[in-house]
């Protein structure tokens, strides 16, 4: 098709991003999204580490989530991985435990299967990932949000599930903060934890500030503190590519210059800056 003299249109081709599979869980048929990194079929052999990353559908976080990842890679700032976006359909219920609070109870009848969710997760996303990529044995969770109280709940009672976590502004407030006052830290042994709070106040800065509190004295946790600079509106967009930093570490050495210094508050006794 000519367009004007000297200048033609050429035939559009696809732009493949990934790979889906479909799954079963809680009834519903939901999608899996995967992203493989860059070079992944050139280099046969090798494996990489996955991010698992909750509400990962195509019309959720998915393509954020893949541009960040990617921005760290140009950047050098966390290792290449692949990326396993879970689509949810019903956050309530499939990221957060049932709750006593009859406000939410009200808002939300369906919520409370976190447990299920997370056992699906470990019992059939797991398994197909990991028999049907070349994965290094390094796993780590991602969530914001609700997402992030799923992360939290996760790694405070399922924590052999995952290498790493990141919770990014998790609902600390739901069920008047149970998860909250479960806490009985300190938490030796358990895998690193990236945990953000942004200007969420109420409830949710209380719980969040009682996680960051009782981690203290715990050695792989980073936890950041961006009330003055962030919402919760884009605390995901702002912080998912330090938690990377801080979970799949790569080995620049230029990064402060370009003003790429991890930034944890309170950075556990082993971690490194």
């Known amino acids: 098709m000519q367009l004007w003299e000297g200048e033609y249109l050429s035939e559009a081709t696809p732009i493949i991003i990934g790979e889906q599979h479909s799954l079963e869980a809680l009834g519903e048929q939901r ?26 559908g195509m019309q959720q976080d998915l393509m954020l989530v893949t541009g960040l990842e990617r921005w760290n890679r140009l950047w050098g700032r ?15 219920r499939e990221l957060l435990p049932a709750t006593s ?11 409370g299967e976190s447990a299920a969710f997370r056992k699906w997760i470990a019992g059939s996303v797991k398994p197909l990932i990991e028999q049907t990529y070349r994965t290094s044995g390094t796993d780590v969770l991602v969530g914001e949000s609700a997402a992030g109280h799923f992360v939290v709940e996760t790694w405070m009672n399922s924590d052999e599930l995952f290498d790493g976590y990141a919770a990014i502004s998790p609902s600390m407030q739901w069920s008047n903060q149970a998860l909250a006052r479960q806490i009985t830290g300190p938490f030796e042994g358990k895998p690193p934890i990236y945990l953000s709070i942004a200007d969420e106040g109420g409830a949710t800065e209380e719980g969040i500030m009682d996680l960051a509190d009782a981690m203290e004295e715990t050695q792989d946790v980073c936890f950041s503190d961006r009330r003055n600079d962030l919402v919760h509106a884009n605390s995901l967009h702002g912080l998912l590519p330090e938690a990377l930093q801080y979970l799949l570490p790569a080995d620049a050495d230029w990064l402060d210059e370009y003003g790429l210094k991890l930034r944890c508050e309170r950075l556990g006794q082993s971690g490194t800056q």
């Not at 280099?43 to 990353?53: A, D, G």
């Not at 689509?87 to 309530?92: F, G, I, V, W, Y």
């Not at 609070?101 to 919520?111: F, L, R």
């Open 101 to 111: 609070d009859p406000a939410e109870q009200g808002q939300y009848p369906t919520a």
């Open 78 to 92: 966390s290792e290449q991985a692949i990326i396993v976006g879970i689509e949810t359909k019903d956050r309530q």
């Open 31 to 56: 999608k899996l999204n995967i992203i493989l990194p860059a070079g992944y079929h050139d280099e046969p052999e090798k494996r990489w580490p996955v991010v698992y990353m909750l509400d990962g």
